[in-house]
């Protein structure tokens, strides 16, 4: 019964690690921006939540919508007032990432001086487990997580398919100036990258904060997760950095039927080496050709 636990247990995290990753990879996979603020991002939007619901005492929908106003204005600004800057004056791939690096240690710091640093949930009738069987408690969250993801997921595919902004989103990944030849905006299609790519991870956030709980440093273990399932699930490839963002999620959580918590990150890197090792390219990525 006790593996049977892990096992849910294992979906629900699972399903919020693809949701950051799929956020990340969509991104980093259009604009080959380094966006280490992703964590922020995610911190940012789980806190409103928590506002909205507990000081505010608004229903939980404007609470959700709080959260994404707040995580696609700052990627939408983040992008505009830092990145595009750095990009005019050819700034290196490095210099993109230490500014990032630096605004993710800004907002955990603000973050922190505005709700404390200590932990905070958010408390719902969804969060409260039901014993389903003997010894073995569900939260309805863990389905409702599953679910939202796959309608993510669905509605991200549909919208790179068969939208015109999708389709130039996808040239933009492949070739820059082909997207310029054919009279679009790449300033314009970044800031679409940003604002889906936020979007995506809102859900994780709102589960995050009525499950596990918060604190303001969690960002850093979401952006570790984004960027193991995006070399893992294969660089460039949303499904695969979401597959990758469950599987990290079940190993995970199945591994603690074996071995103690303290190991949780450890199998995260272990995964993410067997892939470098074994298969550089990752799920569903390119292998380079020389």
């Not at 959260?67 to 791939?93: K, N, T």
């Not at 979401?222 to 950095?241: C, D, E, Q, Y």
């Amino acid at each position: 019964m006790l593996l049977l636990q892990l096992i849910l247990n294992g979906l629900q995290v699972g399903a919020i690690y693809a949701l950051t990753a799929a956020g990340f990879s969509l991104i980093f996979g259009s604009t080959k921006i380094f966006h280490f603020a992703h964590g922020a991002t995610f911190t940012i939007a789980a806190y409103l939540f928590h506002y909205a619901l507990t000081n505010l005492g608004l229903h939980w929908t404007l609470g959700v919508a709080m959260a994404a106003g707040g995580a696609v204005l700052f990627g939408i600004l983040l992008d505009r007032f830092m990145y595009a800057p750095i990009q005019r004056h050819e700034g290196s791939f490095f210099t993109v990432f230490v500014a990032s690096f630096g605004i993710g240690i800004v907002v955990e710091n603000v973050i922190g001086m505005v709700f404390g640093r200590s932990f905070i949930s958010v408390s719902t009738s969804l969060s409260r487990s039901v014993e389903l069987l003997p010894d073995l408690y569900v939260s309805p969250l863990v389905g409702l997580a599953v679910l939202t993801s796959l309608v993510c997921f669905v509605a991200v595919h549909m919208f790179l398919m068969h939208t015109h902004a999708g389709m130039a989103l996808r040239a933009l990944s492949e070739n820059t100036e082909l997207v310029k030849t054919f009279g679009l905006s790449p300033r314009r299609l970044s800031a679409y990258a940003f604002a889906l790519g936020s979007v995506l991870v809102v859900p994780a956030a709102i589960f995050t904060a009525s499950s596990s709980g918060l604190n303001p440093a969690v960002g850093h273990h979401v952006m570790l997760i984004s960027l193991a399932a995006t070399i893992v699930g294969g660089i460039g490839s949303i499904r695969g950095a979401a597959f990758a963002g469950l599987l990290i999620g079940m190993v995970e959580n199945v591994a603690l039927w074996q071995v103690g918590t303290q190991w949780s990150e450890a199998l995260t890197f272990a995964v993410l080496f067997f892939f470098i090792i074994f298969r550089p390219s990752g799920f569903f990525g390119r292998a380079a050709v020389s």
